[in-house]
């Protein structure tokens, strides 16, 4: 008997993206990540529109295997008093999804902003460009333009030091490219402004990791019903990166978090995306030994590299460079894949600004080519721990 293989994926992001359907075939993907970014957070995906996405993707020859993300909302994350109209608009997203029969949906539960980053063009040795996220700048980001109370004491003296000493020999473009970096969070989606920001941050400060933790268990269980009805899979994304930033909490950076998180919800339902190089920007986290913890929950895979120096800061490397040891990762991730009945669709997550799309505008992290070699490298590594 041959052994089974994992989904190759691809995140798409709809009949906007630069890379269309047809790269994708071509880079040898066949299920694809995607979302209705023009739909509002906290409204309701209508059918029509989620059915006229799927056409165009089985059009093509492929399958929409998971949506990446179903945003939610502020307000259920701050469980705020008007949270309920979110809740039952994102139920009625999942049963409308499910209705299409598309049953693996990947959300986060980072506070305000998705993942982060304080520059997106760092340039590698061989002239490819990655994202970066670097502790001084974001220091210098938080304590001078941002003006966060107290903020120094997040950060060791020497960051505070050298983040004084680098805004002090800045420019006023330097730092407003800063800042729309820091603040972009996913393309497609309006950044976030400073003001709403630090409105975000002091509602945070009262909720504190706890309460968050709190709501993310709240959240689960008012859309367990509807997940448990329709077979479908919520996977979570761990924390990008997996530190609490400008002073936000954060609930899914570790394995503890992972475990947690498992063990108070264990239904069926409450699955994870097993994302590399978010958890692998942690300085303590051994990637291959969390994967062995929460195997059984993973649903849904982002595999990429990062590459940390002694301050803890980033690149992302190639997908089989870097500190994240993918050999191990992908070992244990295709043995616990012949246990499924459905494969474990994995995607190369992001790759680097490299060949001809150095000269392309694409969605940080989302150029073709970069990703395709991600993926290359990956099924090869796949079909050699397979050996068929
Ligand atoms: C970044 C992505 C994240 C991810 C969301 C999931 O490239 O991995 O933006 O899609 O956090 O909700």
């Given at each position: 008997m041959t052994n089974k293989k994992l989904l190759q994926s691809w995140r798409w992001y709809g009949?906007?993206?630069?890379?269309?359907l047809q790269d994708v075939k071509q880079a040898g993907a066949t299920g694809i990540v995607t979302a209705l970014?023009?739909?509002?957070?906290?409204?309701v995906w209508p059918l029509e529109d989620i059915k006229e996405r799927q056409r165009i993707i089985e059009a093509e020859?492929?399958?929409?295997?998971?949506?990446?993300?179903?945003p939610v909302h502020e307000a259920i994350k701050t469980d705020r008093a008007d949270a309920g109209p979110f809740l039952k608009n994102y139920i009625q997203t999942l049963e409308n999804l499910a209705a299409c029969n598309i049953k693996t949906v990947c959300y986060n539960f980072m506070p305000v902003l998705d993942w982060t980053r304080t520059q997106l063009d760092l340039t590698m040795k061989d002239g490819s460009k990655a994202l970066y996220f670097d502790w001084t700048d974001l220091a210098l980001f938080d304590l001078f333009?941002?003006?966060?109370?107290?903020?120094?004491?997040?950060?060791p003296a020497s960051i505070v030091a050298n983040a004084k000493q680098r805004y002090d020999t800045s420019t006023d473009e330097t730092r407003t490219k800063l800042s729309e970096v820091v603040l972009?969070?996913?393309?497609s989606e309006e950044p976030i402004g400073l003001a709403d920001l630090q409105k975000s941050i002091e509602v945070y400060k009262e909720i504190g990791t706890e309460g968050l933790r709190k709501n993310l268990l709240k959240f689960l269980a008012a859309i367990a019903p509807v997940c448990e009805s329709q077979g479908i899979h919520m996977t979570i994304h761990p924390d990008d990166p997996p530190y609490p930033i400008l002073g936000l909490p954060r609930v899914v950076s570790n394995q503890d978090d992972l475990l947690y998180l498992v063990t108070s919800?264990?239904?069926?339902?409450?699955?994870?995306?097993?994302c590399t190089g978010s958890l692998g920007?942690?300085?303590?986290?051994n990637i291959p030994a969390i994967l062995e913890s929460v195997k059984h929950k993973v649903h849904f895979a982002h595999l990429r590299n990062v590459k940390k120096d002694e301050e803890g800061n980033f690149y992302e490397a190639d997908h089989l460079d870097g500190d994240v040891d993918m050999y191990a990762v992908m070992k244990i991730l295709t043995e616990e894949n012949q246990k499924r009945q459905v494969s474990i669709p994995f995607r190369p997550d992001h790759g680097h600004q490299m060949?001809?799309?150095?000269?392309k505008i694409s969605n940080p992290g989302y150029s073709a080519i970069g990703r395709l070699r991600g993926l290359a490298e990956l099924r090869g590594l796949e079909l050699g721990i397979l050996g068929n």
């Open positions: 009949p906007n993206d630069p890379v269309s970014h023009h739909i509002p957070h906290g409204e020859g492929l399958t929409w295997a998971v949506v990446e993300s179903v333009i941002l003006k966060r109370t107290d903020a120094e004491k997040d950060y972009m969070g996913i393309p919800e264990p239904r069926e339902f409450n699955g994870l995306c097993f920007a942690g300085v303590n986290n060949l001809d799309d150095l000269h």
